[in-house]
């Protein structure tokens, strides 16, 4: 799991159905951006005193996590391109596809605005505090967020599934690391950015459950493949990646498969009597876990997704 040879990915074209019905993801878009008003945003320039950012502050391993983590979040345009190639608004798909993927655009458009200010906000802690030098950085996050991404799935569902595991995961480790670091500038950021993570996870838990409460069996097989390859983002193009990811676990507990509960949590309280292919599911996703499974959560005890916001 050390090497670092990487692969480029095959670019792939529109995803396959099933989709939402356009008025149910309207919903959920709506929510999203109900979640994220305008008291709660923040911009780049005033979130935190830039003049008090220290990176002296910081171990070893924590000044490594910030520069692993603006490597992930400065890919942006390589994970929007995902969006606008694989939910495309032109004539390639039908009136139809058109309308659902329009409707996923105001979602997707308002998250990579704050994406983006994710990666701008680590840039400039990086530079303010003294990791590094903003032409080096430049240089740096050029050389990785040149190269292509895609997600190895076909169907549209499989694409929201990998996004909610790895939004949640993203939050999760945001958290943990804000715990730990010495800096309170980076502290704040840090916080910033998960309460971004957990909104975003909401709204693809949100179109996780409908999708299962629409299509029930009919979504699990795919929802099982995500599961079954899962890798964070960049895994395999990234330089290095693997011991980045390892140096990155010294500052901070770092193991996706921590979001994986979260999953099952959305699938129970999605299906009202679950089938047996949903239960083989949550029992595959529990087993996935790297930590001794959890007992499976019934749907009354499932506190709702907005929770974590
Ligand atoms: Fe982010
Ligand atoms: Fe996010």
Redesign the pocket.
């Known amino acids: 799991m050390t090497t670092t040879t990487t692969r480029a990915p095959v670019l792939r074209g529109p995803v396959d159905g099933p989709f939402l019905p356009a008025g149910d993801l309207a919903e959920a878009v709506t929510d999203f951006h109900r979640a994220g008003a305008a008291e709660r945003r923040w911009d780049v320039e005033t979130a935190v005193d830039w003049t008090a950012a220290d990176a002296n502050r910081l171990t070893d391993g924590q000044r490594s996590a910030v520069r692993f983590i603006t490597l992930i979040e400065d890919h942006l345009p390589g994970y929007f391109a995902v969006y606008t190639r694989r939910f495309p608004l032109t004539d390639e798909v039908s009136e139809q596809d058109f309308a659902h993927h329009r409707e996923l655009y105001h979602f997707t458009v308002r ?1 990579a605005v ?2 983006d200010s ?1 990666a701008r906000a680590l840039f400039r802690y990086q530079t303010d505090s003294g990791i590094a030098r903003p032409d080096d950085l430049r240089r740096e996050l050029a050389a990785e967020g040149r190269k292509p991404f895609e997600l190895p799935h076909d169907e549209s569902v499989a694409l929201f599934a990998y996004a909610l595991v790895q ?1 949640k995961a ?2 999760i480790y945001y958290q943990q690391l804000r715990s730990v670091v010495g800096d309170p500038v980076l502290a704040e950021l840090l916080n910033r950015l998960s309460r ?2 957990a909104r ?2 909401a709204f693809m838990a949100d179109i996780l459950e409908r999708y299962l409460r629409v299509y029930g069996d009919a979504v699990v097989e795919p929802i099982r493949d995500v599961i079954a390859s899962f890798r964070m983002p960049l895994a395999d193009t990234m330089r290095g990646y693997w011991r980045w990811a390892l140096r990155i676990a010294d500052a901070a507990r770092y193991d996706h498969t921590d979001a994986y509960e979260h999953l099952i949590r959305i699938v129970n309280r999605a299906v009202d009597a679950p089938s047996d292919r949903v239960d083989e599911l949550t029992r595959f996703v529990a087993a996935c876990r790297t930590a001794a499974p959890l007992p499976l959560t019934t749907p009354a005890a499932v506190p709702p997704a907005a929770a974590s916001a």
Request: proline residues 0%; hydrophobic residues 20%; glycine residues 0%.
């Open positions: 998250w704050e994406e994710h939004e993203t939050q971004d993570e975003h996870f």
